[in-house]
Protein backbone atom coordinates (compact mmCIF):
# COMPACT_ATOMS: atom_id res chain seq x y z
CA UNK A 1 0.00 0.00 0.00
CA UNK A 2 1.08 3.33 -0.58
CA UNK A 3 1.91 5.92 2.01
CA UNK A 4 1.95 9.37 1.47
CA UNK A 5 4.08 11.86 2.42
CA UNK A 6 3.87 14.23 5.52
CA UNK A 7 4.29 17.02 3.68
CA UNK A 8 1.91 15.82 1.02
CA UNK A 9 -1.04 15.17 4.05
CA UNK A 10 -0.79 18.65 5.12
CA UNK A 11 -1.04 20.13 1.32
CA UNK A 12 -4.08 18.20 0.91
CA UNK A 13 -5.29 19.08 4.57
CA UNK A 14 -4.37 23.03 3.41
CA UNK A 15 -6.61 22.30 -0.02
CA UNK A 16 -9.67 21.47 1.94
CA UNK A 17 -8.83 24.22 3.96
CA UNK A 18 -9.36 27.26 1.81
CA UNK A 19 -12.71 25.66 0.25
CA UNK A 20 -14.74 26.67 2.82
CA UNK A 21 -13.03 30.08 2.25
CA UNK A 22 -14.00 29.86 -1.97
CA UNK A 23 -17.14 28.48 -0.85
CA UNK A 24 -18.35 31.74 1.63
CA UNK A 25 -17.39 33.67 -1.57
CA UNK A 26 -20.24 32.51 -3.53
CA UNK A 27 -23.28 34.11 -2.01
CA UNK A 28 -20.73 36.86 -0.68
CA UNK A 29 -19.79 37.90 -4.03
CA UNK A 30 -23.59 36.97 -5.27
CA UNK A 31 -24.67 39.85 -2.54
CA UNK A 32 -21.87 42.34 -3.81
CA UNK A 33 -23.16 42.49 -7.45
CA UNK A 34 -26.20 44.23 -6.58
CA UNK A 35 -24.65 46.99 -6.05
CA UNK A 36 -21.07 46.79 -8.60
CA UNK A 37 -20.70 45.59 -11.75
CA UNK A 38 -18.52 42.30 -12.16
CA UNK A 39 -15.30 43.64 -14.30
CA UNK A 40 -15.07 46.46 -11.49
CA UNK A 41 -15.36 44.07 -8.87
CA UNK A 42 -13.20 41.50 -10.44
CA UNK A 43 -10.42 44.15 -11.16
CA UNK A 44 -10.56 45.35 -7.72
CA UNK A 45 -10.33 41.63 -6.15
CA UNK A 46 -6.93 40.82 -8.21
CA UNK A 47 -5.39 44.26 -7.70
CA UNK A 48 -6.14 44.00 -3.84
CA UNK A 49 -4.30 40.55 -3.69
CA UNK A 50 -1.49 41.65 -5.80
CA UNK A 51 -1.14 44.64 -3.72
CA UNK A 52 -1.13 42.28 -0.54
CA UNK A 53 1.19 39.75 -1.97
CA UNK A 54 3.77 42.64 -3.25
CA UNK A 55 3.61 43.88 0.38
CA UNK A 56 4.26 40.63 2.40
CA UNK A 57 6.98 38.97 -0.06
CA UNK A 58 8.39 42.13 -1.14
CA UNK A 59 11.24 41.44 -3.52
CA UNK A 60 10.61 38.06 -4.10
CA UNK A 61 6.82 38.64 -5.56
CA UNK A 62 9.07 40.11 -7.92
CA UNK A 63 11.84 37.71 -9.21
CA UNK A 64 10.45 35.28 -12.09
CA UNK A 65 12.33 34.62 -14.86
CA UNK A 66 10.90 34.83 -18.32
CA UNK A 67 9.47 31.55 -18.46
CA UNK A 68 8.02 31.74 -15.21
CA UNK A 69 6.10 34.83 -16.81
CA UNK A 70 5.13 33.06 -19.96
CA UNK A 71 3.95 30.38 -17.19
CA UNK A 72 1.98 33.19 -15.01
CA UNK A 73 0.69 34.75 -18.14
CA UNK A 74 -0.80 31.29 -18.73
CA UNK A 75 -2.13 30.90 -15.88
CA UNK A 76 -3.96 34.02 -16.03
CA UNK A 77 -5.66 33.31 -18.99
CA UNK A 78 -7.47 30.81 -17.69
CA UNK A 79 -8.06 32.39 -13.95
CA UNK A 80 -9.18 35.56 -15.72
CA UNK A 81 -11.89 33.39 -18.29
CA UNK A 82 -12.77 31.58 -15.39
CA UNK A 83 -13.80 34.18 -13.20
CA UNK A 84 -15.27 36.44 -15.67
CA UNK A 85 -17.60 33.41 -16.53
CA UNK A 86 -18.40 33.34 -13.53
CA UNK A 87 -19.04 36.17 -11.85
CA UNK A 88 -21.56 37.05 -14.63
CA UNK A 89 -22.98 33.65 -14.37
CA UNK A 90 -23.64 34.62 -10.99
CA UNK A 91 -25.45 37.63 -11.93
CA UNK A 92 -28.40 35.29 -13.19
CA UNK A 93 -28.01 32.06 -11.24
CA UNK A 94 -28.04 31.22 -7.89
CA UNK A 95 -24.98 30.60 -5.21
CA UNK A 96 -25.66 27.21 -4.69
CA UNK A 97 -26.11 26.14 -8.65
CA UNK A 98 -23.11 27.98 -9.41
CA UNK A 99 -20.62 26.33 -6.56
CA UNK A 100 -21.92 22.78 -7.69
CA UNK A 101 -21.66 23.69 -11.95
CA UNK A 102 -17.93 25.22 -11.33
CA UNK A 103 -17.04 22.00 -9.24
CA UNK A 104 -17.52 20.05 -12.01
CA UNK A 105 -13.98 21.23 -12.62
CA UNK A 106 -13.01 18.25 -10.28
CA UNK A 107 -14.64 16.02 -13.37
CA UNK A 108 -13.32 17.59 -16.47
CA UNK A 109 -9.18 17.72 -14.95
CA UNK A 110 -8.89 13.74 -15.54
CA UNK A 111 -11.35 13.85 -19.06
CA UNK A 112 -8.96 17.24 -19.99
CA UNK A 113 -5.92 14.91 -18.80
CA UNK A 114 -6.55 12.03 -20.74
CA UNK A 115 -7.04 13.46 -24.06
CA UNK A 116 -3.79 15.57 -23.53
CA UNK A 117 -2.12 12.46 -22.57
CA UNK A 118 -3.61 10.68 -25.13
CA UNK A 119 -4.42 7.61 -23.01
CA UNK A 120 -8.02 5.40 -22.52
CA UNK A 121 -10.35 7.44 -20.51
CA UNK A 122 -10.98 5.25 -17.95
CA UNK A 123 -14.53 3.87 -16.70
CA UNK A 124 -14.23 6.03 -13.53
CA UNK A 125 -13.54 9.14 -15.05
CA UNK A 126 -16.81 7.78 -18.18
CA UNK A 127 -18.86 7.38 -14.84
CA UNK A 128 -18.02 10.15 -13.14
CA UNK A 129 -19.38 12.22 -16.29
CA UNK A 130 -22.32 10.58 -16.50
CA UNK A 131 -23.41 11.18 -12.60
CA UNK A 132 -22.44 14.99 -12.22
CA UNK A 133 -24.16 15.25 -15.63
CA UNK A 134 -27.01 13.56 -14.35
CA UNK A 135 -26.71 15.78 -11.18
CA UNK A 136 -26.83 18.92 -12.96
CA UNK A 137 -29.96 18.11 -14.94
CA UNK A 138 -31.27 17.50 -11.23
CA UNK A 139 -29.96 20.77 -9.73
CA UNK A 140 -31.43 22.79 -12.83
CA UNK A 141 -34.43 20.91 -13.52
CA UNK A 142 -37.68 23.12 -14.18
CA UNK A 143 -38.73 21.30 -10.24
CA UNK A 144 -36.23 23.46 -9.19
CA UNK A 145 -35.40 26.06 -11.40
CA UNK A 146 -34.57 26.15 -15.42
CA UNK A 147 -30.96 25.64 -16.57
CA UNK A 148 -30.85 29.57 -17.85
CA UNK A 149 -27.50 31.51 -19.27
CA UNK A 150 -26.00 31.75 -16.01
CA UNK A 151 -25.72 28.10 -15.78
CA UNK A 152 -23.78 28.06 -19.06
CA UNK A 153 -21.81 30.88 -18.01
CA UNK A 154 -20.38 28.90 -15.13
CA UNK A 155 -19.88 25.62 -17.09
CA UNK A 156 -17.69 27.28 -19.29
CA UNK A 157 -16.29 28.62 -16.31
CA UNK A 158 -16.11 25.10 -15.12
CA UNK A 159 -13.42 24.25 -18.14
CA UNK A 160 -11.29 27.27 -17.35
CA UNK A 161 -10.88 26.01 -13.99
CA UNK A 162 -9.56 22.58 -15.07
CA UNK A 163 -7.00 24.21 -17.50
CA UNK A 164 -6.13 25.66 -14.86
CA UNK A 165 -5.38 23.09 -12.48
CA UNK A 166 -3.63 21.32 -14.81
CA UNK A 167 -1.45 24.02 -16.10
CA UNK A 168 -0.52 24.67 -12.44
CA UNK A 169 0.36 21.09 -11.76
CA UNK A 170 3.01 21.57 -15.11
CA UNK A 171 4.95 24.82 -13.82
CA UNK A 172 4.23 24.87 -10.14
CA UNK A 173 7.36 22.61 -9.43
CA UNK A 174 9.62 24.62 -11.53
CA UNK A 175 9.09 27.96 -10.32
CA UNK A 176 9.00 30.00 -7.08
CA UNK A 177 5.25 29.39 -5.74
CA UNK A 178 5.32 32.92 -4.31
CA UNK A 179 6.59 34.64 -7.66
CA UNK A 180 4.41 32.34 -10.00
CA UNK A 181 1.06 33.12 -7.43
CA UNK A 182 1.74 36.75 -7.42
CA UNK A 183 2.58 37.27 -11.48
CA UNK A 184 -0.26 35.18 -12.46
CA UNK A 185 -2.57 37.75 -10.37
CA UNK A 186 -0.81 40.41 -11.76
CA UNK A 187 -1.67 39.37 -15.24
CA UNK A 188 -5.35 38.23 -14.30
CA UNK A 189 -6.25 41.84 -12.81
CA UNK A 190 -4.86 43.25 -16.32
CA UNK A 191 -6.47 41.22 -18.37
CA UNK A 192 -10.03 42.00 -16.33
CA UNK A 193 -8.69 45.83 -16.57
CA UNK A 194 -8.84 45.72 -20.60
CA UNK A 195 -11.80 43.87 -20.50
CA UNK A 196 -13.40 46.61 -18.06
CA UNK A 197 -12.37 49.27 -19.97
CA UNK A 198 -14.81 49.12 -22.92
CA UNK A 199 -17.39 47.39 -20.74
CA UNK A 200 -18.11 49.14 -17.74
CA UNK A 201 -17.82 52.38 -15.47
CA UNK A 202 -14.82 52.23 -13.07
CA UNK A 203 -16.84 52.79 -9.89
CA UNK A 204 -16.86 50.77 -7.14
CA UNK A 205 -19.54 51.72 -4.11
CA UNK A 206 -19.06 51.34 -0.98
CA UNK A 207 -21.75 49.04 0.63
CA UNK A 208 -21.11 46.09 3.53
CA UNK A 209 -21.15 43.28 0.96
CA UNK A 210 -19.24 44.84 -1.52
CA UNK A 211 -16.47 45.68 1.07
CA UNK A 212 -16.76 41.76 2.76
CA UNK A 213 -16.93 40.34 -0.87
CA UNK A 214 -13.75 42.24 -2.01
CA UNK A 215 -11.85 41.64 1.34
CA UNK A 216 -12.66 38.26 1.41
CA UNK A 217 -12.03 37.49 -1.81
CA UNK A 218 -8.84 39.90 -2.19
CA UNK A 219 -7.05 38.64 0.78
CA UNK A 220 -8.34 35.26 1.53
CA UNK A 221 -9.49 33.65 -1.40
CA UNK A 222 -6.97 35.09 -3.88
CA UNK A 223 -3.90 36.20 -2.15
CA UNK A 224 -4.00 33.96 0.39
CA UNK A 225 -5.68 30.85 -1.75
CA UNK A 226 -4.21 30.82 -4.53
CA UNK A 227 -0.82 30.85 -2.71
CA UNK A 228 -1.56 27.78 -0.85
CA UNK A 229 -2.69 26.30 -4.11
CA UNK A 230 0.44 26.86 -5.86
CA UNK A 231 2.89 25.79 -2.64
CA UNK A 232 0.42 22.30 -2.17
CA UNK A 233 0.48 21.46 -5.36
CA UNK A 234 4.45 21.32 -5.40
CA UNK A 235 3.74 18.60 -2.98
CA UNK A 236 0.41 17.25 -4.00
CA UNK A 237 -1.11 15.82 -7.43
CA UNK A 238 -3.78 17.86 -9.50
CA UNK A 239 -5.79 15.06 -8.65
CA UNK A 240 -5.64 15.19 -5.06
CA UNK A 241 -6.24 18.61 -5.40
CA UNK A 242 -9.45 18.43 -7.33
CA UNK A 243 -10.43 15.88 -4.43
CA UNK A 244 -9.95 18.64 -1.95
CA UNK A 245 -11.83 20.83 -3.92
CA UNK A 246 -14.94 18.49 -3.55
CA UNK A 247 -15.78 20.24 -0.49
CA UNK A 248 -16.22 24.10 -2.23
CA UNK A 249 -19.82 23.32 -3.24
CA UNK A 250 -20.96 21.87 -0.05
CA UNK A 251 -19.76 25.36 1.60
CA UNK A 252 -20.96 27.35 -0.79
CA UNK A 253 -24.70 25.71 -0.11
CA UNK A 254 -24.22 25.98 3.71
CA UNK A 255 -23.10 29.60 3.86
CA UNK A 256 -26.01 30.52 0.86
CA UNK A 257 -28.52 28.47 3.53
CA UNK A 258 -27.16 30.51 6.23
CA UNK A 259 -26.76 34.22 4.74
CA UNK A 260 -29.24 33.97 2.08
CA UNK A 261 -31.93 31.56 2.81
CA UNK A 262 -31.15 29.58 -0.48
CA UNK A 263 -31.77 26.16 0.80
CA UNK A 264 -31.76 23.27 -1.99
CA UNK A 265 -34.72 21.29 -2.21
CA UNK A 266 -35.18 17.60 -2.41
CA UNK A 267 -34.39 17.63 -5.98
CA UNK A 268 -31.44 19.88 -5.92
CA UNK A 269 -29.90 17.93 -3.18
CA UNK A 270 -30.16 14.81 -4.70
CA UNK A 271 -28.26 16.29 -7.61
CA UNK A 272 -26.17 18.02 -5.34
CA UNK A 273 -24.71 15.00 -4.07
CA UNK A 274 -24.65 13.30 -7.07
CA UNK A 275 -22.41 16.05 -8.38
CA UNK A 276 -20.28 15.29 -5.53
CA UNK A 277 -20.61 11.85 -6.05
CA UNK A 278 -18.82 12.35 -9.20
CA UNK A 279 -16.12 14.68 -8.20
CA UNK A 280 -15.11 11.18 -6.13
CA UNK A 281 -15.43 8.89 -8.21
CA UNK A 282 -13.24 10.77 -11.07
CA UNK A 283 -10.44 10.49 -8.57
CA UNK A 284 -10.51 6.91 -8.14
CA UNK A 285 -6.98 5.82 -9.55
CA UNK A 286 -6.05 8.76 -11.07
CA UNK A 287 -4.07 9.98 -7.82
CA UNK A 288 -0.34 8.98 -9.16
CA UNK A 289 -0.14 11.06 -12.01
CA UNK A 290 2.06 12.75 -9.89
Known sequence: MRTERPSSLRADAALFGITAIWGFTFPAVQLALRDVEPLVFLSARFALAAIALLALFRGRAMRLGARGMAAAFVLALCLASGSVLQ?????????????????????IVPLIAAVGERVRLRVSSLLAALLAAAGVYLLTSPAVSRINLGDWLTLGCAFAFALHILVMEAVAPRHDPVALNF???????????????????????????????????????TALAFGVQTWAQRETSATHAAVAFTGEPVFAALFAGVIQGAWLDKSGLVGAAMIVGGMLVAQIRTGKRK
Open 87 to 107: TYGLTITTASKSAFITALYVV
Open 183 to 221: WQIVFTTALCTLAMAPLARPVFPITFWTVTALLVTGLLA
